[in-house]
């Protein structure tokens, strides 16, 4: 309680400074728009649906498109550490494709797939695939080999043992991976909505394109903070206690 109430008087002043400098005129309100009128734009956009749908339609994108690099990343992640070969050839395409800005997956998505879902959904996969093997792989490659002798000391073995052994051992940083490749596929995702606008569904960074095109500031600076709250809940709900949890498990929590 002490934190979120130090977090929120921390966010209540900010509000209060940015109100303060739109009052004193420091900028044009065009520009940057007191925090009253964002408030009401997003009041208005809550009472008519816009913003419920729109981030419904952006957090469903999302998900589809994580869950499928998740569930191809990790497999490959664990190959990558088991053979030295896919280590040198995989390994090293994906340490030089994460780097990538993931903007850059956006003319090539529209380019095969045209302004369709279909490349929604591919832009959002090369988000979080390359984030998965190499946190993958790092974990499998900094659990104590003492946990591998002591599996097969018991009689595990083969696939038993990456199973019940170094995957279960390496969650502290498949989570992390998680996280990142999250974080990655929001900005693939939001750099695919502002390009791709002829589409049936409407999502959040749709809301972003035309309130750019409308010069309408208070919707755009509106929809940067639905996102960064988006961002923030799915940190704290989703992926903070899990971490919690499996380091205190495997005994690398923090005192």
Request: aromatic letters at 12%; proline letters at 4%.
């Amino acid at each position: 309680m002490k934190r979120f109430l130090r977090a929120s008087l921390f966010f209540v002043v900010l509000i209060v400074i940015w109100e303060a400098l739109c009052r004193a005129e420091v900028w044009s309100p065009v520009l940057v728009p007191s925090p009253l009128l964002v408030g009401e734009y997003l009041w208005s956009a809550l009472r008519d649906g816009s913003l419920a749908s729109s981030a419904w339609v952006t957090t469903k994108r999302l998900m589809l498109g994580y869950t499928f690099g998740i569930l191809l990343g990790l497999p490959l992640g664990l190959l990558t550490a088991r053979f030295k070969l896919l280590a040198d050839t995989l390994g090293l395409v994906s340490l030089g494709l994460q780097t990538l800005p993931s903007v850059c997956w956006v003319p090539l998505a529209l380019l095969w797939f045209g302004q369709t879902e279909t490349a929604m959904f591919f832009v959002v996969v090369m988000g979080t695939l390359w984030s998965m093997i190499i946190a993958t792989e790092n974990g499998v490659r900094n659990i104590p080999p003492i946990y591998a002798r002591a599996a097969r000391t018991m009689g595990s073995s083969g696939i038993h043992t990456w199973i019940h052994v170094m995957l279960p051992a390496s969650l502290p940083f498949v989570v992390s991976g998680m996280k990142q490749g999250w974080a990655f596929a929001w900005r693939s995702l939001m750099a695919a909505e502002i390009y791709v606008t002829i589409l049936s569904g409407f999502g959040l960074g749709h809301l972003l394109h035309y309130g750019r095109e409308l010069n309408a500031m208070e919707q755009v600076i509106g929809i940067m903070l639905v996102i960064i709250l988006i961002g923030l809940l799915a940190d704290k709900i989703i992926f903070s206690p899990w971490e919690r949890l499996l380091h205190r498990r495997w005994g690398t929590a923090r005192n």
